[in-house]
């Protein structure tokens, strides 16, 4: 009862330093400094109609890398936690039904299209390699779930994670020595803004961004799926 | 609208936080940080909110050179991209430990777990 008393008094008092910020709180009338810099220099410098994207992707591209490099982290400890080296041969499999089955053969190829529409477009249009690649996972998540027991590859899902990983790395290293900087995208010509193939690498970057969030959540899923059951 | 987004963001980490603090089931006290994770995203969006701005995308609406007064502030989109995924790994890790721990004591009560208690 002291504890539940505790804790009240602590979420009041973080609850009235919330409402404190709430009251306190007026909407820019203007962008910032750094907003500014990037509404006004993004399409010119980059070519990339999305400039959510020209951030994630080239301005903060080492945080991006960084991100990515979390992700796989904690896709590969979830791996290791979960690894008993043993599987599940006595699971019996809960039979799912003809309405997932069906609808999982006819959505799974749709969601896959739909994941890779998002992260090939992601400097055009809202998107981009990590909702893509989470989109990816979900039509994984959708097979897991019409067949519990499938086994997906893991060789095959951790050689499309690393060979994204280390494509990224080159192309990164390819914009130290052929452009401005690491991770920049004027590597490869910036083309007309709004078509598909502009903003130099970013499209590439991207794809390759895709690919690798999807393996890695694949794998999570993976793992999860394919431990003992209790 | 602003307000209300990062009111209701707030209130999400309140109440994330008071069900972290509050239940002692395992399973329970990760769905609350997901929701103070989910809270934190949505007040960061509300920050970078401008009333009667448009998405900082350029297109058929907004052309390159009205960008600084037409689109919202992109940099907080572009952090909350990032934070939603880290959510995902930080969850899918809560959940690999959750499940070894039952493993182990076959129970989700954080109070079955004191072992690193002097």
Known sequence: MIKRFIALALVVAVGSVFATLLFGYTPDADLNLTARY????????????????????????????????????????????LAKGTHAPHRTPVPVGELLTTGTRFLVPLILL??????????LTPG?????????????????????????????????ESLAGIFYVMIGLAGLFLAGGFLDNRILPLGTLGNLASAGAIPLIYSLIGLKVGAEF?????ALSETEEL | ??????????????IGAWGALTNRNL???????????????????AVGYMRGRTAPIIDGAVSAADAVTRIIDPVPQALVLTAIVIGVGV?????????????KKRSLDIRDYTDLKG
Not at chain 1, 55 to 74: N, P, W
Not at chain 1, 114 to 123: D, E, I, K, R
Not at chain 2, 27 to 45: E, K
């Open chain 2, 1 to 14: 609208m602003a307000h209300l987004a990062m009111a209701t963001g707030f209130l999400l980490i309140l």
């Open chain 1, 128 to 160: 981009g390699g990590f909702q893509g690649g989470a989109i990816i996972a979900s039509g994984i998540l959708l097979l897991l779930l019409a067949d519990p027991l499938k086994h997906f590859s893991h060789s095959l899902i951790s050689a499309i």
């Open chain 2, 91 to 103: 969850t899918a890790l809560m959940l690999a430990y959750t499940y070894r721990l039952f493993e």
């Open chain 1, 38 to 81: 990037y509404a006004e220099r993004t399409a010119a410098d980059l070519g990339a109609a999305n400039i959510v994207t020209a951030i994630v992707v080239t301005y903060r591209g080492l945080d991006t890398l960084g991100e990515v490099t979390v992700l796989f982290l904690s896709a590969s400890i979830v791996g290791l936690v």
């Open chain 2, 27 to 45: 399973l329970r006290m990760i769905v609350a940080f997901t929701i103070a994770d989910t809270g934190v995203n949505l007040v960061i969006i």
């Open chain 1, 218 to 222: 694949a794998s999570i899923l993976a």
């Open chain 1, 114 to 123: 739909l994941g890779v529409y998002v992260f090939v477009n992601g400097h």
